[in-house]
């Protein structure tokens, strides 16, 4: 399986990312710099966490004008798969691959803590090695992860289960408490229409191994590569 992660100046999880990616697939991701014109030809494309041109406007609408941007909306269109973590959901959002915008968290404070999460359902390419309403663990860091989308596009959303993952106790219960940031409907996550794109706010490479407290993030890269193999 052969895999990009897109490295934007601010990035600070795109070598986490790809020491994930590798050590599930066997194979070393290219590191794309933003600059670049195109993708190389892969099975996966990578926008990663971190704060992509210091997120001094809307977080990764910067991001959304560097010259590779023209070809991950290319080939995301075309049908490969393209997960963005965090930034890089923000990333999704601003360049309308993904509907919605994250704004600033409901506390308007930054968050970094591990936090539950449900798959809501596990027939993606993304998902494949978790159950249907399997809740894991897995951290978050952001400032802006609060999800919002008009009620029309909630709808379109919920009626056409577009939504990936929910933040969640550890129960499975999906209740405000849970709810770290504010997101509409405890979203964490979503895809897109054909469901080759998915934004989620939490980071699944920052626990891929127990040497990191825990792996549930593991399944996450351990399924792409089932997937795409």
């Given at each position: 399986?052969?895999?990009?992660?897109?490295?934007?100046?601010?990035?600070?999880?795109?070598?986490?990312?790809?020491?994930?990616?590798?050590?599930?697939?066997?194979?070393?991701?290219?590191?794309?710099?933003?600059?670049?014109?195109?993708?190389?030809?892969?099975?996966?494309?990578?926008?990663?966490?971190?704060?992509?041109?210091?997120?001094?406007?809307?977080?990764?609408?910067?991001?959304?004008?560097?010259?590779?941007?023209?070809?991950?909306?290319?080939?995301?269109?075309?049908?490969?798969?393209?997960?963005?973590?965090?930034?890089?959901?923000?990333?999704?959002?601003?360049?309308?691959?993904?509907?919605?915008?994250?704004?600033?968290?409901?506390?308007?404070?930054?968050?970094?803590?591990?936090?539950?999460?449900?798959?809501?359902?596990?027939?993606?390419?993304?998902?494949?090695?978790?159950?249907?309403?399997?809740?894991?663990?897995?951290?978050?860091?952001?400032?802006?992860?609060?999800?919002?989308?008009?009620?029309?596009?909630?709808?379109?959303?919920?009626?056409?289960?577009?939504?990936?993952?929910?933040?969640?106790?550890?129960?499975?219960?999906?209740?405000?408490?849970?709810?770290?940031?504010?997101?509409?409907?405890?979203?964490?996550?979503?895809?897109?229409?054909?469901?080759?794109?998915?934004?989620?706010?939490?980071?699944?490479?920052?626990?891929?191994?127990?040497?990191?407290?825990?792996?549930?993030?593991?399944?996450m890269f351990d399924g792409l590569l089932?997937?795409?193999?």
């Amino acid at each position: 399986m052969k895999s990009s992660v897109i490295v934007f100046p601010g990035s600070n999880c795109d070598r986490d990312v790809a020491v994930s990616l590798e050590k599930s697939t066997g194979t070393p991701p290219s590191m794309v710099w933003h600059g670049e014109a195109q993708v190389p030809d892969c099975d996966l494309i990578v926008l990663p966490g971190g704060f992509c041109f210091g997120d001094y406007l809307r977080c990764g609408a910067m991001a959304t004008h560097s010259p590779v941007m023209k070809d991950v909306v290319s080939k995301a269109e075309a049908g490969v798969p393209v997960l963005g973590i965090c930034n890089g959901f923000q990333v999704l959002t601003e360049a309308g691959l993904l509907p919605g915008v994250l704004m600033r968290n409901a506390s308007l404070k930054y968050i970094c803590r591990d936090v539950f999460l449900r798959v809501e359902r596990n027939d993606r390419v993304f998902t494949g090695q978790y159950r249907e309403n399997q809740v894991i663990r897995i951290p978050i860091a952001h400032h802006d992860g609060n999800y919002y989308a008009d009620d029309d596009t909630l709808g379109e959303l919920e009626d056409n289960d577009r939504v990936a993952f929910r933040y969640c106790d550890a129960e499975g219960d999906v209740t405000p408490d849970a709810n770290p940031n504010g997101s509409a409907h405890n979203i964490a996550g979503i895809y897109n229409a054909r469901g080759n794109v998915l934004g989620l706010m939490p980071h699944p490479e920052r626990l891929a191994d127990v040497a990191l407290g825990g792996s549930d993030g593991k399944a996450m890269f351990d399924g792409l590569l089932e997937a795409l193999q």
